[in-house]
């Protein structure tokens, strides 16, 4: 892969819990972007940093937060998660006018 | 608004005979358009990208793609499929990356 790591890689918790993923880089690439992964859907971004500290919605941003306070992190939160966020979670990273590349993955349940 | 259809959830060819994933795109000027494949279990690998220049792209594992801007497609062609080349195959446009729902492909011995 190129150089991202998700943490965990896979999680199962229980409706109302907060939950956080990590993606970190060593590409110090300067874009990562947050997707969610859900049969007949395709890949759905959720949030995405342009920067440290920069960071906008996506598609499908209700219910998530995200923060970069390093070039190398940036971290999804489910403040309290309910049962609609099961899925698997992707990160992604890409220079400027680049493809993005992607993490191997986290497969979220709740229950 | 921005839009990116496969139309074909799911195609099953024979292992030696060509293929081709259609991708059509709903989109205000000529975009960026990408292909990725994706194994069971695992993230996904770019195949190809379209940025601009030649319409005709070659990507790795022996696939390339046709940007036809009269069509709005971005179709992903193989000359012989292989075993190995079953996965999941997606469709993307864009700088904002808006994802097909994706192909399944089945490999027939």
């Known amino acids: 892969d190129a150089g991202i790591t998700q943490s965990p890689r896979h999680k199962v918790t229980e409706t109302g819990t907060p939950v956080t993923l990590r993606c970190h880089q060593t590409?110090?690439?300067?874009?990562m972007y947050w997707y969610r992964q859900d049969p007949g859907h395709g890949l759905r971004l959720i949030h995405y940093?342009?920067?440290?500290?920069?960071?906008d919605k996506g598609e499908v941003s209700d219910g998530y937060s995200v923060s970069r306070s390093k070039t190398e992190d940036f971290l999804l939160t489910l403040e309290s998660a309910t049962s609609s966020q099961t899925s698997v979670y992707f990160c992604?990273?890409?220079?400027?006018?680049?493809?993005?590349?992607f993490g191997d993955g986290t497969r979220l349940s709740i229950l | 608004a921005q839009s990116v259809t496969q139309p074909d959830i799911h195609i099953t060819v024979s292992e030696g005979a060509s293929l081709e994933l259609r991708c059509n795109y709903s989109?205000?000027?000529?975009?960026?358009l990408f292909w990725y494949v994706q194994s069971p279990g695992q993230g996904l690998q770019l195949l190809l990208k379209?940025?601009?220049?030649?319409?005709l792209v070659q990507g790795i594992k022996g696939f390339e793609a046709e940007f036809k801007r009269s069509q709005s497609s971005f179709n992903l062609r193989k000359p012989s499929v292989h075993w190995s080349d079953a996965a999941e195959y997606f469709c993307?446009?864009?700088?904002?990356?808006?994802f097909g729902a994706g192909t399944r492909l089945t490999v027939k011995p």
């Open positions: 992604a990273i890409s220079g400027p006018q680049q493809p993005q590349h």
């Open positions: 590409e110090n690439h300067r874009y």
């Open positions: 940093s342009y920067g440290v500290k920069d960071t």
């Open positions: 989109y205000g000027a000529t975009p960026y």
């Open positions: 379209y940025f601009s220049g030649d319409t």
């Open positions: 993307a446009v864009g700088r904002d990356m808006r």
